[in-house]
T-cell receptor, first 107, second 111 residues
């Protein structure tokens, strides 16, 4: 069993929909990262969380340390949000990566 | 954007040849990482460095070596390339184990 599980693996939605991507982990962590990878490959760091909630524009990330779970939400989704979203947790100075969620937003 | 340059961006090489990929940073960050990304897998750590001449193995280090003789450069060498090393390779840097900044990747094909 992977130590970091993301769901869903693939998600297709219509423009404007509210999007939720989930990340569950089974190890003790000091921080959790959300990253975005667009077609063509560049990886961009979106958030680093150790507790609570962070917001940047239409993106919101939350983490529940007790439940070992984090969610990434996108409000008013747009085709330019189409990308792979990756969760990674920092545990014992190592990063453990989820396999990613491929999001497609249709106009 | 953090100043990270990977070179080359694309390379095709033959089985058995040595290959060196370069990661250059202008941020003076302490930590540098090499990852590979393959379909169906998350990013997998090959090697990392926590300072000049200080490196350590990641989870998929077999067949790879690294060197860091200067803060700004982290080299990844495939000693004798194999088809299983066909992948996209990403370099990443971090100053304090918080934010992670990635290069644009190197697509390597071993024929």
């Amino acid at each position: 069993k992977n130590e970091v599980e993301q769901s869903p693996q693939n998600l297709t939605a219509q423009e404007g929909e509210f999007i939720t991507i989930n990340c569950s982990y089974s190890v003790g962590i000091s921080a959790l990262h959300w990253l975005q990878q667009h077609p063509g490959g560049g990886i961009v760091s979106l958030f680093m969380l150790s507790s609570g909630k962070k917001k940047h524009g239409r993106l919101i990330a939350t983490i529940n340390i007790q439940e070992k779970h984090s969610s990434l939400h996108i409000t008013a989704s747009h085709p330019r949000d189409s990308a792979v979203y990756i969760c990674a947790v920092r545990s014992n100075y190592q990063l453990i990566w989820g396999a990613g969620t491929k999001l497609i937003i249709k106009p | 954007d953090a100043g990270i340059t990977q070179s080359p961006r694309h390379k095709v090489t033959e089985t058995g040849t040595p290959v060196t990929l370069r990661c250059h940073q202008t941020e003076n960050h302490r930590y540098m990482y090499w990852y590979r990304q393959d379909p169906g897998h998350g990013l997998r750590l090959i090697h990392y460095s926590y300072g000049v001449k200080d490196t350590d193995k990641g989870e998929v280090s077999d067949g790879y070596s690294v060197s860091r003789s200067k803060t700004e450069d982290f080299l990844l060498t495939l000693e004798s390339a194999t088809s299983s090393q066909t992948s996209v390779y990403f370099c990443a840097i971090s100053e304090d184990l918080s934010a992670l900044h990635f290069g644009n990747g190197t697509r390597l094909t071993v024929t």
